[in-house]
C-alpha cells in the first residue's frame, strides 16, 4: 500500500511563504502523476498543481498560476510545493496525492481528486491578513 506524507504546513502572514513536502513511499515510475490539493473548510477539495515525475512537466489551477511552484526530488522520492504571496484565501488542508499512468489522463483530469489513488492525510495551512 502507497503511502504518503506531508509537512511543510504552519501560519503565516499575507505575503508570506511556506514550502510543503510530500515524501512518497511508493515506487517513483515514470508514469506516475503527482499533485497538490486543498481543502478549506466547508469547501470542495480544489486542484491546485500537478508534476509528472518522467518528464517533470508541470500544469497549475489558475488560482495559484505565478504564485505557487511544484517541483521533485526522485532521488528522495520527494514532492514540493512552493508557495509565495500567501494570501489568507490560500487558507485550507493541503493533500498530496499520487497516481500511476498519467499519460492516461487529460490535463483537466489531471488536477481532479478523483483521479488520484493514493493520498496523505494532509497539513494545515494559515494565512493571517
Known amino acids: 500500500q502507497a503511502q504518503l506524507m506531508e509537512s511543510g504546513g504552519g501560519s503565516v502572514q499575507a505575503g508570506g511563504s511556506l514550502r510543503l513536502s510530500c515524501v512518497a513511499s511508493?515506487?517513483?515510475?515514470?508514469?506516475?502523476?503527482m499533485a497538490w490539493f486543498r481543502q478549506a473548510d466547508g469547501k470542495g477539495r480544489e486542484g491546485l498543481a500537478v508534476i509528472r515525475t518522467g518528464t517533470g512537466a508541470t500544469d497549475y489551477a489558475d488560482s495559484v498560476k505565478g504564485r505557487f511552484t511544484i517541483s521533485q526530488d526522485n532521488t528522495r522520492n520527494t514532492m514540493y510545493l512552493q508557495m509565495n504571496s500567501l494570501k489568507p484565501e490560500d487558507t485550507a488542508m493541503y493533500y498530496c496525492?499520487?497516481?500511476?499512468?498519467?499519460?492516461?489522463?487529460?490535463?483537466?483530469?489531471?488536477?481532479?481528486?478523483?483521479?488520484?489513488?493514493?493520498w496523505g492525510r494532509g497539513t494545515q495551512v494559515t494565512v493571517g491578513s
Open positions: 496525492a499520487a497516481v500511476t499512468g498519467c499519460s492516461m489522463f487529460t490535463d483537466l483530469q489531471r488536477l481532479q481528486p478523483i483521479t488520484y489513488a493514493y
Open positions: 511508493i515506487t517513483w515510475y515514470s508514469s506516475n502523476c
